[in-house]
């Protein structure tokens, strides 16, 4: 196994693309570059989508997913992964297997599952295969209140119900479980539930509409800072005010609700 050598480190995103820009490969992209480190993509579907809806998914085959993992990790090997949508049993099994075969490390998994409107975005099988093989081998999962309440089985409608869930969801799959607030619930404050205690990291409430890409956003940064050699709870702090800048830098794109400005922070000639 060739390890990375150099002064950059280097982290992977396996998801979806997003043709506007704001959410999925294209998001996690401009986050990881950001954040310092170098991103690699492999990809799970194609979207035909924008502010306002997804009026389209191509998802690639397992053979060809597996293919893309097989390059990256022969060659660049990622100091850390992040995981976003993934909606079929055969895709999930494959990365599960390319993941185990590397050795990956610092595996950061966002569980896209339940859009924010709150329709279910990927099969009851394909959550069924997605608990069983690709959970238990990650360092922290990211979902939100929906998706906590999916992973967890119980209704999320208190604080003490949201520390209850992620206890539940860690126990069983031996990972950390950062549970973010919003859907009207704890809105910019989040609960890492991990080894048995829980730490909460409260944000500020940023009046911004445009919020398309937030959890894609979040999970890449902490994978960014995990890959720099970051504990998890100051990757956590970290991405956290990366996305705090993003929103409050107030972009405003789209007829929807649109996507953040990740490059507000980029300075200098280029």
Not at 102 to 126: H, R, W, Y
Not at 142 to 147: D, Q
Not at 179 to 197: F, I, M, P, Q
Request: aromatic residues 6%.
């Amino acid at each position: 196994m060739r390890w990375n050598g150099g002064n950059m480190k280097t982290t992977l995103t396996i998801a979806g693309s997003d043709s506007c820009g704001g959410a999925g490969i294209q998001a996690d992209i401009k986050t990881m570059t950001t954040n310092g480190v170098y991103a690699m993509s492999a990809i799970t579907a194609l979207t035909a989508q924008n502010t306002t809806g997804v009026t389209g998914i191509m998802e690639v085959t397992s053979e060809f997913l597996g293919k893309q993992l097989e390059a990256v990790f022969t060659d660049i090997y990622p100091d850390a992964v992040k995981i976003g949508m993934v909606s079929s049993s055969e895709l999930i099994k494959t990365i599960a297997k390319k993941l185990k075969k590397f050795e990956a490390k610092n595996i950061v998994i966002d569980p896209v599952m339940v859009a924010t409107s709150g329709s279910k975005l990927i099969s009851d099988e394909a959550i069924s295969t997605l608990k069983e093989y690709l959970l238990p081998m990650s360092t922290v999962l990211t979902p939100n209140i929906p998706e906590t309440e999916v992973l967890s089985g119980m209704l999320v409608k208190t604080t003490d119900d949201m520390i209850e869930a992620a206890g539940s969801i860690s126990d069983t799959y031996h990972c950390a479980v950062l549970c973010k607030g919003g859907h009207k619930l704890n809105d910019a404050n989040d609960l890492l539930y991990s080894d048995g205690s829980f730490k909460w990291f409260n944000g500020k409430r940023i009046n911004n509409p445009n919020t398309h890409g937030t959890g894609c956003t979040l999970s890449s940064a902490i994978a960014s800072n995990l890959a720099k050699g970051y504990d998890l709870d100051t990757a956590i702090e970290k991405a956290k005010r990366y996305i705090s800048g993003a929103l409050e830098a107030m972009l405003d794109l789209g007829k929807g609700s649109g996507p953040m400005n990740h490059a507000f922070a980029v300075k200098g000639e280029y």
